[in-house]
Each structure stands twice: as C-alpha cells, then as structure tokens.
C-alpha cells in the first residue's frame, strides 16, 4: 500500500479535480456538436421522405463516399471480416451519431460524479 502525505493527496485531488472538470466541459461540448450533426442528418432525411414518400437512410459508407474516403469496388474482398466490416459501414448515420453522442454524454456525466470540490473529501 502506498501512503501519501497530507501534501502529495491534497495536489493528487487538485489535478484529478482539474481533469475531470476538463473531461466534463470536452465531452459535453464533443456532445453537442455531435447531437448537432445527428439533427442535420436527420433533416435531411426527413426532407426527402417528406419530397419522395421514401425513407431512404443515409448510411456510414456514403458519408465516407462523399468525404473521399470510399474505396474502389474491385478491393472488395469476400472474407467474413470484410462483411462484418461492410456491415458496420451500412449502419445508418443518424443511429450512430446518436450513440456516440450518449456516450460522450454518460463521460461527461461520469466526470461530473468524479469531480469533487477539494474541501469536501
């Protein structure tokens, strides 16, 4: 067991109280701007349900597609890495924006629990 000295905890606290005050406002800021992106995707989707009277998802690959990220079609490989992955990228974006955005959320929220006042331990 290590044991510290009243001097050596109360500077530990300090940073650990200044980290986790950072992780908070980053994670939640990181939240909201993702939460952003999630409303303007679904817009989108919406306005061409709403235009066409088909849902038509706008997938992870076609937003890879149109940033220059997509691959050729001859690279394709038929192994069951390359489906599990090709699935992924078939997810919609809208879902995944989502869950990233409520699990920078529960990090901000963790880090709201971690940061104590120094005066109150």
Partial sequence: MVFF???EMTNFDVKTTSAAT???VAAFACAFVTLILAAIVLSWQTGVWVLTGEWHSFTISRVLTLAGFGEPLE???ATDIQRIFDWGLDLPTSGF???IAAILI????????VEVPVGKR
Wanted: include cysteine; charge should be positive; charged fraction near 10%.
């Fill in 106 to 113: 529960g990090f901000s929220a963790f880090a709201a629990c």
């Fill in 75 to 77: 690279i394709h490989a």
């Fill in 5 to 7: 000295s009243a001097r």
């Fill in 22 to 24: 950072f992780l908070k």
């Fill in 97 to 99: 924006l989502l869950a």
